[in-house]
T-cell receptor, first 115, second 114 residues
Framework: DTEVTQTPKHLVMGMTNKKSLKCEQH?????MYWYKQKAKKPPELMFV???????INESVPSRFSPECPNSSLLNLHLHALQPEDSALYLC??????????????FGPGTRLLVL | AQSVTQLDSQVPVFEEAPVELRCNYS??????LFWYVQYPNQGLQLLLK??????LVKGINGFEAEFNKSQTSFHLRKPSVHISDTAEYFC????????????FGQGTRLTINP
């Protein structure tokens, strides 16, 4: 089972709104990731949580605020976004296997439109 | 730092023909290599991965890839494609220590024509 779920599937928000994206996995994975994907581009890493602690922040603007309440759940809080933040936001999770490396499994994404 | 180059942005192929999608990488350290597929309006699905061992790796949907260290390549192949293989394909690399970011190539749009 390699299922990562994301809600909502679609989100439209104004520049003054506050909203949150949610990601969940029940595979016992210890690392969770947020990626941003603009149209016709590859995903770009935003944040990595490892054992519920933020381990990588790719210099993401503070209007994006990640949160990892427990090992199965990852949130991305959005506030005062700009239209150029419209994109597909992908969540991934991974588990290190002895001798087998670490493989990331992606959710279906949340398509965000900022008006 | 790592980088990935996918040499073809678009590859049109007739149904039941073979296909090869090319990927070259650059890294000063050991890496793991992946191919992901993205169907329209969906997330990324793992096709296959190279972590160690045999340089020929087999994945889902009849795809395979060969790791060539001397040429720093990881090309994806399928002997006979189907209409349902129409999608965007991404080659990616990561470091081998712990939870690392995936560095993606720009993607190759595979279009299967009947």
């Amino acid at each position: 089972d390699t299922e990562v779920t994301q809600t909502p599937k679609h989100l439209v928000m104004g520049m003054t709104n506050k909203k949150s994206l949610k990601c969940e996995q029940h595979m016992g994975h210890r690392a969770m990731y947020w990626y941003k994907q603009k149209a016709k581009k590859p995903p770009e890493l935003m944040f990595v949580y490892s054992y519920e602690k933020l381990s990588i922040n790719e210099s993401v603007p503070s209007r994006f605020s990640p949160e990892c309440p427990n090992s199965s759940l990852l949130n991305l809080h959005l506030h005062a976004l700009q239209p150029e933040d419209s994109a597909l936001y992908l969540c991934a999770s991974s588990r290190q296997v002895p001798g087998g490396g670490e493989t990331q499994y992606f959710g279906p994404g949340t398509r965000l439109l900022v008006l | 730092a790592q980088s990935v180059t996918q040499l073809d942005s678009q590859v049109p192929v007739f149904e039941e023909a073979p296909v090869e999608l090319r990927c070259n990488y650059s890294s000063s350290v050991s890496v793991y290599l992946f191919w992901y597929v993205q169907y329209p309006n969906q997330g990324l699905q793992l096709l296959l991965k190279y972590l160690s061992g045999s340089t020929l790796v087999k994945g889902i949907n009849g795809f395979e890839a060969e790791f060539n260290k001397s040429q720093t390549s990881f090309h994806l192949r399928k002997p006979s494609v189907h209409i349902s293989d129409t999608a965007e394909y991404f080659c990616a690399v990561s470091g081998i220590q712990g939870a690392q970011k995936l560095v993606f190539g720009q993607g190759t749009r595979l279009t299967i024509n009947p």
